[in-house]
């Protein structure tokens, strides 16, 4: 509660004659003030938009229940990333042969220039990077690797399961990588 002080006569006479002025009291109560202050500040918390969390928006093309409807790519086109423990990355172009003489290794530093290089060599319209991720891999991993596709313009690119033959191939080239001690 506030109250203004109103008893001071600066400037009156004092004396036998002279008739006192009356002293009004003036007190103003502020508590409908608090409560339109908590009104407001209520009432703006409720407008105000919060902050809309950023996720990356990817285009999913529809399932085909048949394997032989399935979108193909041209083998040429294709290259497939395989993500690795430790920010490794294997890739092959085409399809895997028997040997492995394709399968090469790189890191996230160095696979922009293998991209960038492949998107040169290659029609757009043929172009599909095809993303796998080994069990050892983690989910930073793929989110780099899907802001490397963003940031090169690569538009066709499928994240997909990796197959048994690939992931024992990336086990043994990251121990066969590995410093002996």
């Given at each position: 509660?506030?109250?203004?002080?109103?008893?001071?006569?600066?400037?009156?006479?004092?004396?036998?004659?002279?008739?006192?002025?009356?002293?009004?009291?003036?007190?103003?109560?502020?508590?409908?003030?608090?409560?339109?202050g908590?009104?407001?500040?209520?009432?703006?918390?409720?407008?105000?938009?919060?902050?809309?969390?950023?996720?990356?928006?990817?285009?999913?093309?529809?399932?085909?229940?048949?394997?032989?409807?399935?979108?193909?790519?041209?083998?040429?086109?294709?290259?497939?990333?395989?993500?690795?423990k430790?920010?490794?990355?294997?890739?092959?172009?085409?399809?895997?042969?028997?040997?492995?003489?394709?399968?090469?290794?790189?890191?996230?530093?160095?696979?922009?220039?293998?991209?960038?290089?492949?998107?040169?060599?290659?029609?757009e319209?043929?172009?599909?990077?095809?993303?796998?991720?080994?069990?050892?891999?983690?989910?930073?991993?793929v989110?780099?690797?899907?802001?490397?596709?963003?940031?090169?313009?690569?538009?066709?690119?499928?994240?997909?399961?990796?197959?048994?033959?690939?992931?024992?191939?990336?086990?043994?080239?990251?121990?066969?990588?590995?410093?002996?001690?």
């Open positions: 509660m506030a109250e203004m002080d109103t008893s001071s006569g600066g400037g009156h006479k004092k004396g036998p004659g002279v008739k006192k002025g009356k002293k009004l009291s003036t007190r103003v109560d502020l508590t409908p003030m608090v409560d339109l908590f009104l407001l500040i209520t009432f703006f918390i409720f407008t105000t938009t919060m902050s809309q969390p950023t996720a990356l928006k990817l285009m999913l093309p529809k399932d085909a229940d048949k394997p032989e409807e399935q979108n193909k790519a041209k083998e040429s086109g294709v290259i497939t990333l395989l993500l690795g430790d920010n490794t990355v294997f890739y092959y172009e085409g399809q895997l042969d028997n040997t492995a003489s394709n399968f090469k290794s790189s890191n996230f530093s160095g696979i922009r220039e293998v991209l960038l290089d492949k998107k040169r060599r290659t029609p319209k043929d172009l599909v990077v095809v993303l796998k991720a080994s069990s050892e891999s983690t989910y930073k991993n989110v780099d690797i899907l802001d490397e596709m963003s940031i090169n313009v690569l538009k066709r690119y499928a994240l997909v399961d990796i197959s048994k033959q690939e992931e024992e191939l990336v086990k043994i080239s990251v121990a066969n990588a590995a410093p002996a001690n």
